[in-house]
């Protein structure tokens, strides 16, 4: 059994940068894919980043602003959102996908606004 803890949320002006952490409980490995996803109001859930061994994937919406990295020591994931704007606010959501089972964090609010 996995659990994920989120934090890091918040609100932030436009052009600001919020750090969005994932700590796991449980067993996870380097290979394991660890990720990123958000939801915003009358949207569905996103994809918006993952990493597993060395590599990384983003959402076009997001690639070139936001960087995934991991401590695989630590079991945890990390977010960093640089340029945010106001389409940025959404419900993000931490993601472990151990190939027999996905597991889901509760959601950390983001809300880019003046």
């Known amino acids: 059994q996995v659990q994920l803890v989120e934090s890091g949320g918040g609100l932030v002006q436009p052009g600001g940068s919020l750090r969005l952490s994932c700590a796991a409980s449980?067993?996870?490995?380097?290979?394991?894919?660890m990720g990123w996803y958000r939801q915003a109001p009358g949207k569905q859930r996103e994809f918006i980043a993952a990493?597993?061994?060395?590599?990384?994937n983003y959402a076009n919406s997001v690639k070139g602003r936001f960087t995934i990295s991991r401590d695989n020591a630590k079991n945890t994931v990390y977010l960093q959102m640089n340029s945010l704007q106001p389409e940025d606010t959404a419900v993000y959501y931490c993601?472990?996908?151990?190939?027999?089972?996905?597991?889901w964090g509760q959601g950390a609010q983001v809300t880019v606004s003046l």
């Open positions: 993601n472990v996908n151990t190939g027999a089972t996905t597991y």
């Open positions: 449980g067993s996870i490995f380097s290979f394991n894919v």
């Open positions: 990493a597993a061994g060395v590599g990384t």
